[in-house]
């Protein structure tokens, strides 16, 4: 059988679900809409796209501490654990705030939870970003898997190849290497270049001043059509420059720029290249244990349904619980078999 392998950026997708059902409670749960959406996305991307496999990727405790080792503005500009500390707020807004964090918790858990019983595989490790799980698991997976990966984060587009298609949450299309150029304004290869060069305002990384995308294509319009490097960009930046003093004009301030900060250039590079992930030995452990079978024991339709009865989240459904797991036979009949031929297989 064909494994069609849906990977999730699942901090982004509980993000996204927790802000697009924000009035969605239950009176024993409160507020699930976290839970609903996120689910609701799950089996959608299983119908739409065939899946059979599915593997969420979290954000371990502390992630993301290896990039900031390197750059300590990296996520500086994102909410600290004790963000309360640096805003003047009243109580009452501290309270909403401290609730608000609580509830994310107890929903991620009880994503987790159902995930189990739905025979979908998780991986989340101290230390380590769920980018990095991702770009690792495409390249250990890419010859025997067709991936589909769940996310909004544009960094993902360095990981394109035949195999691998992305699912942006705000591109209606499926992305590919094929059809890439549809929805972005260069060459599919060239995405590393243009973070490494532009930087990324949502992660805090600095990019060189005076640079955007518009500009690097202006002046080197080949980055639309065919793989460039850094390198290339810098040469042929210095000769423009070079040039324009031959011909008694000021060299162009963005480039000086750029080559007064090859520096800057290479910690970018180590920052956002996915193709050089940052792991520990857990993490490796933790990926190499996604080829093993999944084990059936402990894991139940009736232990979902309790849980789901639970929450009250059938009321927010307002459908049967077969029609609800339904969509994610595909991915539970699948890993049986992948158990059941490892069996046959050992004896």
């Known amino acids: 059988m064909k494994i069609r392998t849906l990977l999730v950026d699942s901090p982004y997708l509980l993000k996204r679900s927790i802000n697009g059902a924000k ?7 409160g507020h699930i809409g976290g839970v609903y959406g996120f689910f609701i996305m799950i089996r959608k991307l299983i119908n739409d796209h065939k899946i059979n496999k599915v593997v969420l990727f979290w954000d371990g405790e502390n992630s993301g501490v290896y990039r900031h080792n390197i750059d300590l503005e990296y996520k500086a500009n994102r909410k600290s654990k004790k963000w309360y500390d640096k805003i003047e707020m009243t109580e009452a807004e501290i309270k909403r705030e401290e609730e608000k964090t609580v509830s994310h918790l107890k929903q991620k858990k009880r994503i987790q939870s159902y995930a189990e019983e739905l025979f979908l595989r998780q991986i989340e490790v101290d230390d380590i970003e769920a980018d990095d799980l991702i770009a690792s698991y495409c390249m250990r997976y890419n010859n025997k898997e067709e991936i589909f990966i769940y996310t909004n984060d544009r960094d993902f587009s360095q990981l394109l190849n035949h195999n691998i298609t992305i699912l942006f949450a705000n591109i ?54 065919k793989n460039i490097t850094v390198r290339e960009i810098c040469k042929q930046a210095d000769k423009i420059n070079k040039d324009r003093v031959a011909n008694k004009q000021k060299p162009l301030k963005v480039f000086v720029n750029l080559l007064n900060n090859i520096d800057r250039l290479k910690k970018n590079h180590r920052l956002v290249n996915l193709e050089e992930p940052f792991l520990n030995d857990e993490a490796v452990e933790e990926l190499e244990q996604l080829d093993m079978p999944l084990s059936p024991e402990g894991r139940s339709s009736e232990n979902l349904y309790k849980m789901m009865m639970e929450d009250e989240f059938l009321t927010i459904y307002k459908s049967t619980f077969v029609n609800y797991v339904q969509p994610f036979y595909s991915v539970i009949m699948n890993e049986k078999q992948i158990l059941k031929e490892y069996e046959k297989k050992d004896s």
């Open 172 to 225: 209606n299309t499926p992305i590919t290497k094929r059809n890439f150029f549809f929805s972005f304004n260069y060459h599919y290869s060239n995405a590393l270049l243009m973070k490494v060069i532009c930087g990324d305002v949502s992660d805090n990384i600095k990019g060189i001043q005076g640079i955007k995308e518009t500009t690097l294509i202006k002046h080197f319009p080949d980055i639309q059509f």
């Open 23 to 29: 009035d969605v409670h239950t009176p024993k749960f």
